[in-house]
């Protein structure tokens, strides 16, 4: 029995969908493919001949890779062309369709990332991937003009898909579909439960990693990273803040004012960032109410331009994480003396801004005064 198989459906007549680097993915045209053999065997005198039991290994085989381990692994190779409509059309989840060649390099670069992302499927989508060397009548179907090329196919429809080599961007906006269509993305009332609840958990002062678990969650779909990105990440600053990690609170609320610096506007996230430094300045009183800073500021006191008193200041304070007074006494060591025990001051001064980050407000700030200081 012969049955013609059509992988067109509406979303292959919108040219829109299938649009990336400015090409165009057209539909599939019919292709006949034998449908999967039934178990028939032959048996005589109450035995299984030879003949009889290597088909029954045969047909066991083509059962198990295409009835289970083609429906239970994320990521399946096409090993025969009569696979075709029961690994990929009739799959009961949406399909990632790797269309590629060995001999492809930008084939071999993408393929990796594809399996990447389809070990993260949960069992919610699969990919399939096809070499078109292998099935010349299938890549003649699926009109593949040029490698790699993808489709996501869900319902014996094509929704989504690209040819040829992407940005990060386009790729990333192209998995938001297919976790979308597998049901992977979270409705929108869940994302704002998860986001009252963590809110809950933040201004309770309870469960914080689970609160950060929550926000962690959000930011790693690129749909509410975009959305929600500049009260997620503001969150997090408080989080950071209460458990004393002042070195990542001020990373977020650096980050807020670069990155999501239209959102920094929001009365709530407003809230939030001022919340969070409140509770730094409290923590850098606490922190500056220390007998050994006192003992140090006191000799400080009776010999200001000392550049060894100031540099073991700011060398415990480093060590108590108060890096923005370290950096200032060190700024004061390089205007007693810039070359001071072979630029010591300089040396330390670079080893805090290389532990903040190059992206940290106190690196951007401190290299500027460095560099009009020295030149």
């Known amino acids: 029995m012969r049955k013609g198989l059509q992988l067109l459906g509406s979303a292959f007549k919108n040219n829109s969908i299938f649009r990336r680097n400015n090409k165009l993915i057209s539909g599939l045209s019919n292709i006949s493919i034998n449908q999967l053999p039934k178990f ?11 003949e009889t039991m290597a088909k029954l ?8 890779e295409t009835e289970v381990k083609s429906k239970d692994t994320p990521i399946y190779d096409l090993q025969k062309q009569d696979e075709w409509q029961n690994v990929v059309l009739d799959s009961p989840i949406p399909v990632v369709l790797d269309c590629y060649a060995d001999w492809c390099q930008p084939c071999q670069k993408l393929t990796p990332i594809l399996e990447q992302q389809a070990a993260k499927s949960q069992g919610k989508w699969k990919l399939v991937k096809l070499n078109i060397d292998k099935f010349p009548q299938l890549a003649t179907a699926l009109q ?8 996501l196919i869900s319902n014996k429809n094509a929704i989504d898909g690209f040819v ?16 979308q269509v597998a049901g ?4 929108e009332d869940d994302v704002k439960d998860k986001l009252a609840l963590a809110s809950t958990f933040i201004e309770n002062d309870t469960k914080l990693n689970e609160a950060k678990a929550i926000i962690q969650s959000l930011l790693d ?5 975009n959305k929600y990105g500049g009260r997620l990440i503001s969150q997090l600053s408080v989080i950071a803040a209460k458990e ?15 990155k999501y610096s239209e959102e920094a506007k929001d009365e709530e996230i407003q809230l939030l960032m001022k919340k969070a430094e409140d509770i730094l300045e409290a923590l850098k009183k606490k922190l500056s109410d220390d007998p050994e800073i006192d003992r140090l500021k006191e000799l400080i006191e009776k010999n200001p331009k000392n550049p060894q008193l100031i540099f073991n200041l700011a060398e415990y304070q480093v060590k108590k994480n108060l890096h923005e007074d370290a950096i200032e006494n060190l700024f004061l060591i390089i205007q007693i003396d810039r ?23 106190l690196t951007i700030q401190g290299r500027k005064k460095l560099q009009k200081l020295l030149y």
């Not at 593949?144 to 489709?151: G, L, M």
């Not at 992977?184 to 409705?187: A, C, G, N, S």
Request: no cysteine; proline share 2%; net charge negative.
């Open 57 to 64: 290994k045969q047909q066991a085989q083509q059962f198990y």
């Open 144 to 151: 593949i003009q040029s490698i790699p090329t993808v489709y």
């Open 184 to 187: 992977l993305t979270p409705q």
């Open 40 to 50: 028939q065997f032959s048996q005589g005198d109450g035995k299984y001949s030879e």
């Open 244 to 258: 004393g990690n002042k070195q990542d609170a001020l990373k977020y609320l650096n980050e807020i004012r670069t």
């Open 221 to 225: 779909n690129e749909i509410y990273k």
């Open 339 to 361: 070359n001071w025990e072979n630029k010591k001051a300089n040396k330390l001064l670079i080893d805090i801004f290389s532990q903040l980050g190059a992206a940290h407000t």
């Open 164 to 179: 040829g080599g992407i940005d990060e961007a386009e790729l990333n906006a192209f998995f938001e579909t297919v976790k």
